[in-house]
């Protein structure tokens, strides 16, 4: 985690604040995180608004004592802090200096505050400054015996080192450099050789053999820009490490769903108001038997190893107004299906509203996702890793089909396994595919 | 080869050695009955009796003089400490007698004793038995100090600690000895059994820096090494194995290869062993360096008892992998 959003303060400037104390709603990567200060004061001053977004260790809030001036203080959270110690500012210092000068308060994990201070006022000189006044030219060693085996005069060079040393890689950028300005490179301005996007190339040479399309650009204001929220970006990376990382391959089948509409409606009979159970909740029984009799699918990779797991957790994904989340049912093939039903339902509403606990949805060892409600016959998932296996549900639809020689109305249900084959196997996820199917078409099985 | 642990590799080394040279004896804290603390020991009385096992009283000043007096008249004592922290309390023996006895006497007497034990941060065993006194005994002319990362180190190393005419302070890893590792099947007798003291090993080659690192953080290391390669950095992993006499030689020349240099220790950042090391390399290295040599060390505390803090404390692969982007101006 590099940063956060800071959702809502749930304290005020002038509330009293001692630790332990909640003072703020933090949404990373994965979850909402509570917030709380881990000092004694009264919150003098809010640093940022709800909403913004926060790097780690930047200082977001100053507590002190009340009435205390935080001029100073507030200077040097903006300015990255060049100001002098805060002790210094103390406006008050009574009988203990220290404590009476107000504090810029970071996020829990965070570095003391003056470390971001520190490193960007080590950046700025390293940023292709000229050498110190002294005139000495500030080089290591190795960058000095390479200048001198490449002919490189240093004095031309920039050093990306720490206070402008010359290191070895801008020698060697330099000995590139110079290679390629020389006289051949110069007469063809971008030889292909240079050229770091040969995709951006082909199109071009595409566009001139086509005898330039018109070209209807966009202008600024044609579009807009919606910021991506940390989950975004977070599933933006997750789904494309899965995807270009995991080799997937994909099992179809569809199968009868009409026994466990039956069997689901004498359920909710059963249950009257006491609860209500869902296709989902029973196609994550199915799924969670399953793997408890194919363990081979209950695995992932490892790299060196296939990783059996001993535990079933299934992953269901939750659509959320802002992205999706994936919250676990531990060990769902022991729990029964009232029981499935009411958790899922349980950490479903909380997804929504952003209250599920990081131990919530982390662990599962296959996971589930069903469109099947918004009336969609069937659909692929990406695997989540490290997970060797994901199961998309299609909606259960009235279709006709062949009974006895006969067209009859039946109730289908289109499964989509996704599987990371470097676990599973077409063989294996058929056979997977086959207990799963077994089971959904003789559902009082679910109830064993 | 047969792969065996790090605690066997040594119990091997003394069973064989006693085999061989019935001058060879064991004493110290639980070494006999019980098998000694760690069970490096384990059926060494049964097999040499009490005579050459010997189940010393709480007093390691007393058993280490004894040691040192009965080297002097021609055995080879083995004297085990049941922590290197408990050698504090023998450590006037070790330094002013065991070191300086052959130098004192004029060259009348030599002293051939292995003082061993576990050193090193365990788990939660507190602040006074979680030190890394290596730096104590490496500072001291006259002492050669040992301190194998793996069981095929272990083996040959405690044999050539056994069958040396001076004292060497041999020092396993408190935590290593269950690791386990391939050690050679050689017949005792055959030259190939011994490990000469005095010389590095390289643990694993690469082309991008150095790490140096001896006993518990060799694996630290290794480990480190995995996490960079999957960025693209080859690190190459020297042990040196025996802290006094160095092998400068063999550090060095991995350095002058890379360019670059961190040398992890499990010790106190102040002058811990590490420093010497960097000396070492920067005055035979200094044409070839990219970056100043980096050191990752323990924290400059007392050890804490609470686990994390503990764990926090020591370095951990995060800092090497950290050390070694400093190193290579990654951050």
């Known amino acids: ?448 | 080869m047969a792969v065996i642990s790090y605690r066997e590799a040594l119990n091997q080394a003394m069973r064989e050695e006693m085999e061989r040279d019935e001058n060879v004896f064991i004493m110290g804290e639980e070494v006999g009955h019980y098998n000694g603390a760690y069970k490096v020991t384990q059926g060494l009385l049964q097999r040499f009796s009490e005579r050459r096992v010997i189940d010393a009283p709480i007093a390691e000043m007393g058993f280490a003089g004894i040691g040192i007096g009965a080297a002097m008249v021609g055995l080879r004592p083995i004297i085990e400490f049941m922590t290197f922290n408990f050698s504090l309390v023998a450590i006037d023996q070790i330094v002013n007698n065991a070191a300086k006895i052959y130098q004192m006497s004029g060259g009348q007497y030599h002293i051939p004793i292995v003082f061993r034990g576990p050193g090193g941060p365990a788990v939660q065993v507190g602040s006074q038995h979680s030190q890394s006194l290596e730096s104590y005994y490496a500072h001291v002319p006259g002492l050669k100090v040992v301190m194998p990362s793996t069981a095929a180190d272990a083996k040959g190393l405690l044999k050539s600690a056994i069958r040396d005419d001076n004292p060497v302070v041999f020092i396993e890893g408190e935590t290593l000895y269950n690791t386990t590792w391939e050690v050679p099947d050689v017949a005792p007798g055959s030259p190939s059994e011994l490990i000469p003291i005095g010389k590095a090993d390289v643990k694993r080659t690469g082309k991008d820096i150095t790490l140096i690192a001896w006993s518990k953080m060799v694996w630290t290391c290794l480990d480190a090494s995995k996490v960079l390669a999957e960025q693209g950095i080859e690190c190459e992993v020297v042990d040196p194995r025996t802290l006094r006499p160095l092998d400068v030689e063999t550090l060095a020349t991995s350095v002058k290869k890379t360019g670059r240099c961190v040398i992890v220790e499990v010790g106190w950042p102040v002058a811990g062993f590490g420093a010497e090391v960097a000396y070492q390399m920067q005055k035979h290295c200094m044409d070839v360096l990219d970056a100043p040599i980096e050191r990752v060390t323990s924290d400059d505390v007392p050890m804490p008892y609470a686990k994390n803090l503990e764990l926090e404390v020591q370095p951990q692969v995060a800092d090497v992998v950290a050390a070694v982007k400093r190193a290579l101006y990654m951050e």
């Open chain 1, 1 to 448: 985690m590099e940063e956060g959003v800071l959702v809502r303060w749930t304290k005020k400037e002038g509330d009293k604040v001692s630790p332990g104390d909640l003072v703020a709603e933090v949404e990373t990567d994965k979850a909402n995180m509570d917030f709380n200060i881990e000092d004694e004061g009264v919150l003098l001053k809010l640093l940022v608004k709800e909403g913004d977004t926060v790097k780690l260790g930047a200082p977001v809030a100053i507590i002190g004592n009340a009435g205390e001036d935080t001029t100073a203080l507030e200077a040097q959270a903006k300015g990255g802090g060049a100001a002098p110690a805060p002790k210094a500012d103390a406006p008050k210092a009574e009988s203990k200096p220290a404590d009476a000068a107000p504090k810029v308060a970071a996020k829990q994990e965070a570095p003391p505050a003056d470390k971001p201070a520190a490193k960007a006022a080590a950046a700025k000189p390293t940023a292709g400054d000229a050498p110190p006044s002294s005139g000495k030219l500030l080089a290591s060693p190795l960058a000095k015996s390479l200048a001198i085996e490449l002919g490189i005069d240093l004095r031309t060079i920039k050093g990306s080192g720490p206070g402008g040393r010359i290191v070895e890689r801008d020698v060697k950028a330099a000995a590139d450099g110079k290679t390629e300005t020389g006289d051949e490179a110069a007469r063809t301005p971008s030889p292909p050789a240079r050229s770091r996007q040969p995709e951006a190339e082909a199109e071009a040479e595409t566009g001139t053999a086509l005898a330039v399309r018109p070209v209807d650009a966009l202008e600024a204001g044609d579009w807009v820009d919606l910021p991506a929220s940390n989950m975004r970006r977070r599933i933006a990376a997750r789904l494309t490490e899965a995807k270009r990382d995991v080799p997937h391959f994909y099992l179809q089948r569809s199968l009868d769903a009409a026994p466990m509409m039956a069997f689901r409606a004498r359920l909710n009979d059963l249950l009257g108001d006491r609860g209500k159970v869902s296709v989902n909740d029973l196609v994550i029984k199915a799924v969670a038997l399953a793997l408890r009799r194919m363990p081979e699918c209950n695995a992932a990779w490892e790299g060196e190893a296939i990783r059996q797991f001993h535990r079933v957790h299934i992953g269901v994904a939750v659509a959320i107004p802002d992205g999706l989340v994936t919250p676990v049912v531990r060990d769902a093939d022991q729990k029964g299906i009232g029981a499935i039903a009411a958790e899922v339902r349980d950490l479903a509403e909380r997804a929504k509203s952003k209250k599920l606990k990081s131990h919530e949805i982390t662990g599962s060892t296959f996971t589930v996702s069903n469109l099947g409600m918004f009336n969609i016959e069937r659909f692929t998932a990406i695997i989540n890793p490290p997970e060797a296996g994901i199961l998309a549900i299609g909606g259960v639809m009235d279709v006709p089909v062949v009974k006895d020689g006969q067209v009859v109305a039946g109730k289908r249900m289109t499964v989509s396994m996704s599987c990371d084959h470097r676990v599973i196997d077409g063989a294996l996820g058929a056979k997977w595919l086959q207990v799963f199917a077994d089971l959904v078409e003789k559902p009082e099985s679910l109830a064993l």
